[in-house]
């Protein structure tokens, strides 16, 4: 594998669309899905009442990565090799000593599967991307319910949050205008939308004026997809793509072969019959990268066109497309902003009076460094005995740096750099620190004391 990686190698150009080609403000977000799952629990299951309620810092507690041990309760931060580094029963965070006696200093039992990019079971569900993260802290407070009122000691609530996400997120809610997160997206998109940056448009354009092919692939059914390339993009959104892919039910887009996962036609936003293969370019339904691929050869006249795929979420996006693909995978980790602890020097400077409508007293962005969780990248473990403490890299930072080619925090932090730019890779070797763009995090800086490991 070579060092550096470019764009101007590439034939095609892949994105996501949620939290990478539309970016979202995440505080009003954050607070629409956690109250969608939250309505659903109290006036459909009978949860406690106070579920509805949230204090501004409680969005502290959600953290990527983090992994829901289901049965126990207990949200857990895993280090590279299994073991864990933090832990909370419900919200409340558990001490060194609770951890050792419950988990022990030895790989988690189930980090077999999760680090195969099983991300759910009937054990454990693993919360990687910003339309689950709300869900987590929701989960601690149903424990910490349950525990108040019940004492129990093994946790059943799962299957009731299963139905939340369902019924908030099913194919057909922006249609019938169920549930409460897509009615209030279409009726408010300015308060939850961020416009796409004028650079990114014109790097997408320059992108297909070098003769790349984009395309968008996304998980969301076509009609909400139409509402957020028109918000986000404009009314001729689709004139940035050559091919775009909705409700491709990712990762399994990457990993099922044609029979198990045709292309569709919509009409309408209605999915028809099942396509028997993939002849030209236009707007499809679920698919397969194994018939994407035959076509793209068809396009470029190439027995081999490289195809780099820019996405947010590592179960979903990165992983499959570099394991059952073998593409350039760009992850886009908006934790790369927060990094810092700060806001950005922008942001401070502005008075208030120009603050936006919906800045002022808000909820926490989740991507700022969680005080609970500490660093998405890095943690310390405490010395056994009179041992001193180690610094050991986070599963997602492994990850990260195991999957993706680059990371960046958003497609503004490159639009602006020439296309035959050369970005170090991750798997350069140079160090485990090398493919983050522009800068990489601070935690993983050597001599770095100021982490935000409190």
């Given amino acids: 594998?070579?060092?550096?990686?470019?764009?101007?190698?590439?034939?095609?150009?892949?994105?996501?669309?949620?939290?990478?080609?539309?970016?979202?403000?995440?505080?009003?977000?954050?607070?629409?899905?956690?109250?969608?799952?939250?309505?659903?629990?109290?006036?459909e299951k009978g949860y406690d009442e106070d579920l509805l309620i949230l204090a501004p810092d409680s969005l502290d507690f959600c953290c990527k990565g983090l992994v829901l041990d289901i049965e126990e309760g207990n949200f857990l931060k895993l280090a590279e090799d299994g073991t864990v580094l933090r832990a909370s029963h419900g919200t409340k965070s558990m001490t060194f000593e609770e951890i050792l006696e419950i988990y022990g200093r030895r790989e988690w039992k189930h980090f077999n599967t999760v680090s195969g990019m099983v991300s759910r079971t009937a054990k454990y569900y693993l919360y990687d991307n910003y339309f689950d993260l709300p869900g987590a802290l929701l989960c601690a407070r149903v424990v910490d319910s349950l525990d108040q009122h019940d004492g129990q000691k093994k946790y059943d609530f799962w299957k009731d949050m299963v139905a939340a996400i369902q019924h908030n997120y099913k194919i057909t809610a922006f249609k019938e205008n169920c549930g409460t997160y897509f009615p209030e997206v279409k009726n408010h998109p300015d308060k939850y939308l961020q416009k796409c940056p004028e650079s990114v448009k014109k790097w997408m354009k320059q992108l297909k004026n070098a003769g790349k092919i984009l395309l968008l692939i996304t998980s969301s059914h076509s009609d909400y997809c139409r509402l957020l390339c028109e918000h986000v993009l404009g009314n001729d959104f689709e004139e940035y793509f050559d091919i775009l892919i909705t409700n491709a039910l990712k990762p399994g887009f990457f990993s099922h072969t044609p029979n198990q996962r045709p292309f569709r036609t919509l009409e309408n936003d209605e999915e028809q019959e099942a396509l028997l293969s993939l002849d030209k370019p236009g707007w499809y339904s679920q698919g397969n990268a194994i018939q994407l691929y035959d076509l793209l050869k068809k396009m470029t006249g190439k027995l081999d066109p490289k195809v780099v795929y820019f996405g947010d979420s590592m179960h979903s996006d990165i992983f499959p497309a570099r394991h059952y693909s073998n593409w350039e995978t760009v992850f886009i980790l908006e934790e790369l902003l927060g990094d810092k602890g700060t806001v950005p020097a922008k942001a401070e400077s502005e008075p208030s009076e120009k603050k936006g409508k919906y800045e002022g007293d808000q909820l926490k962005v989740p991507y700022f460094v969680s005080k609970q969780w500490g660093s998405f990248f890095m943690d310390r473990v405490p010395g056994l005995e009179n041992a001193e403490e180690t610094f050991v890299h986070t599963w997602s930072c492994k990850c990260i740096?195991?999957?993706s080619t680059i990371a960046i925090p958003s497609l503004e932090a490159i639009a602006d750099l020439p296309l035959d730019y050369r970005f170090t890779r991750f798997s350069s070797n140079s160090s485990a620190a090398a493919g983050y763009y522009p800068s990489p995090p601070r935690a993983l800086l050597p001599n770095e004391d100021s982490v935000t490991m409190k």
């Fill in 1 to 43: 594998m070579q060092q550096h990686f470019s764009l101007a190698d590439c034939d095609v150009v892949g994105f996501d669309l949620d939290h990478t080609l539309c970016r979202y403000h995440l505080p009003q977000s954050a607070r629409l899905i956690y109250d969608s799952f939250a309505q659903y629990l109290v006036t």
């Fill in 401 to 403: 740096s195991t999957y």
